[in-house]
């Protein structure tokens, strides 16, 4: 009961920072794997996912009322970062993605260095595309992004974010709930090829969900009664912090 609970209130905090910006993974695989230190490495991230899927959609239902979205260039979009996370889970199986863990905190960097430079950069929504076009530059960044979910992952809402903003001119709240959904979409990606192998343990990411969804309904409100400023501090930090968990990772462990 001890390490369900454990559990359980890291998934609380995962959902939020999930709705908010992307990130919690950050959280909620690291007390997977501390609490049940000898479960194989792929039953952890598939119950993760198995659990965060439910407040990441949720998160996208909630931003769907209130937020609006481009539904006829982003759900196509979605369908291809679905497809793009399949080809990189499969890739994955052919490919060790173990060079990506030294240059990954150093892209990181540069996303941060880049969002603080550019003191304006997400505060304003002001999309660059209309029509096709902006399908065509979602679907490219859905591809994108969601074969990088399937082959390795960390830093997966993080990149989407940043994308959304730089390429499309979302502003941070914008590009938020843009994540999600396409989160949502490469998620459930991962969770079929993870069940069909057998690595989710069910009863427990059952749990994990429900307290996911709690935390990601605190989450999606707080976004949106506080706006694009909020998202842009909350992903400098959640960037900050993914910086030093890869580095330690790459470089120290």
Not at 90 to 109: E, H, K, Q, S, Y
């Amino acid at each position: 009961m001890f390490e369900l609970l454990t559990v359980a209130l890291a998934s609380l905090l995962a959902g939020f920072i999930d709705a908010v910006v992307g990130g919690g993974g950050l959280v909620l695989v690291p007390a997977l794997f501390g609490v049940f230190p000898q479960a194989a490495p792929a039953t952890l991230f598939g119950t993760n996912k198995g659990a965060s899927i439910w407040g990441t959609a949720w998160a996208t239902a909630q931003y769907a009322r209130r937020v609006s979205l481009n539904w006829p260039a982003l759900l196509p979009a979605a369908g291809i970062a679905l497809l793009g996370s399949f080809a990189g889970a499969w890739t994955v199986t052919l490919v060790d993605p173990g060079f990506l863990r030294r240059a990954l905190p150093l892209i990181l960097l540069l996303v941060l260095a880049y969002t603080l430079a550019r003191k304006d950069l997400g505060r304003q929504h002001a999309p660059r595309f209309n029509g096709r076009a902006e399908t065509l530059v979602a679907g490219g960044i859905g591809l994108g992004v969601g074969f990088y979910d399937g082959f390795f992952g960390p830093g997966t809402g993080s990149f989407f974010v940043f994308l959304f903003v730089r390429l499309l001119g979302y502003d941070f709240l914008h590009a938020s709930a843009t994540a999600k959904l396409m989160n949502t979409a490469t998620n459930a990606a991962a969770i079929a090829l993870f069940a069909f192998k057998g690595h989710i343990w069910w009863h427990i990411a059952a749990v994990m969900a429900v307290t996911n969804v709690a935390g990601s309904l605190v989450g999606t409100r707080m976004a949106l009664a506080r706006g694009a400023g909020f998202v842009r501090g909350m992903f400098i930090v959640v960037v900050s912090g993914l910086i030093l968990k890869t580095g330690w990772d790459a470089f120290f462990r």
